[in-house]
């Protein structure tokens, strides 16, 4: 069984209503960025670091896996799947999928501020922190990366990408690194696909969607599982 591995941005989840800040000229959601996702803003003003991915976390509670979710996951009866994305929502697992690898952290957990590999996954009874929250003797952070801050994951999904035979990259600028380097770890002989409806340049080697998530990996999946069946 072949290893296909996805390598997901915003664009993947902007279909389901998932706000980004791509395209928001500094802002998101009406707020600075660096003020509220990066190292600097959470010493400065950890109250409204908390605030904001309070907000983000029931802003997620009715937002629904969209259909290139959906078809990532349908993909795993055929191929062996991995998923490495930027995105700190939890659609893919929603959608289905069962091996997904979180760059940036994850917006429905939150990690000990004096250990962070202590994590805690939040309810939906309980989804508002602040400076002042402590969960089992530990105050509490949101277990997100933020700009200026490592990407602990990275090497666990250079591994990841350097043993794939398809790559298929979904709804990202290519533009945020380290993550953006991870397509120069994919072997020589890998398949590259990138769907996008705004492509960034990439290598010759690299087949381009230039289509929305959905419509672009509906397609490639088809194609894919029809490959998979002969």
Known sequence: MKNIV???GAGVSAESGISTFRDSDGLWENYPVMEVASHTGFVRNPALVHQFYNMRRHDLLDKQPNEAHLWIARLERYFNVYVVTQNVDNLHEKGGSSKVLHLHGELMKVRAMDNENLTFTLTEDNLDTTPETVIEGHHVRPHIVF?????????PAVDIVSQADIVIIIGTSLNVYPAAGLVGYARPDAEIYYIDPHPAAVPSRVT??????????????????????D
């Open 6 to 8: 996805f390598i997901t």
């Open 147 to 155: 700009f200026e801050e490592a990407v602990p994951m990275i090497e």
């Open 208 to 229: 381009v969607i230039a289509e929305p998530a959905t419509k672009g990996m509906s397609e490639l999946a088809a194609e894919l599982i029809a490959r998979a069946k």
